[in-house]
């Protein structure tokens, strides 16, 4: 399961990132039967995923649930309610349909058994790389110092207020 937090939204609601973290844990626990109740004042909104302090009208958090392996759970999981049969159900079923549990990335110039021609491939790499990457910023972030409008997490210290610069780095047929 991949769990976006928005950031910035969340400090804009008094929530810090590891606040934020350590509600979405309580959640997940009340949610397989781990733990009996997430119930906290502080966590109601982040388990709710809504945002009452700022006029956002998204919510705090995006998912995206991938059930890799066993059978019968589609990975929804609820933030603020015991849900754990189900879970439970497709953990029986992992020993009959398991998935891979383990892999490794290799550069693709080592998959090449000829030494000449595997420097030559990683030289091309390197080369497409550094012709295709985005140059370096020459402007530094001034996060949390008192003159910039931005807070230590680098989000606005107001809401609805800010400057967006757009670079634009390469454009066809426009």
């Known amino acids: ?20 973290e350590s509600c979405l844990s309580r959640g997940f626990q009340v949610n397989i039967g781990i733990s009996v109740s997430s119930s906290d004042e502080r ?8 945002d009452s302090k700022t006029s956002y009208s998204s919510s705090f958090l995006s998912h995206h649930t991938k059930v890799v392996g066993g059978s019968g759970w589609p990975g929804e999981l609820s933030l603020n309610r015991n849900e754990s049969v189900g879970f439970h159900s497709w953990m029986r079923t992992l020993k009959n349909f398991p998935d891979v549990i383990y892999y490794s990335l290799t550069p693709l110039h080592l998959l ?28 530094e972030l001034a996060c949390g110092d008192r003159y910039s409008n931005l807070d230590s997490n680098c989000c606005l210290r107001k809401v609805s207020q800010g400057r967006l610069v757009v670079t634009v780095v390469r454009a066809w047929g426009l």
């Open 43 to 50: 966590c109601s909104k982040v388990l709710d995923n809504r």
């Open 1 to 20: 399961m991949t769990t976006a937090i928005h950031t910035c939204q969340a400090s804009h609601s008094g929530l810090s990132t590891n606040q934020v």
């Open 112 to 139: 090449i058994p000829n030494t000449a021609i595997q420097q030559g491939v990683k030289e091309t790499v390197q080369d497409y790389l550094k012709e295709n990457a985005l140059p370096k910023s020459t402007g």
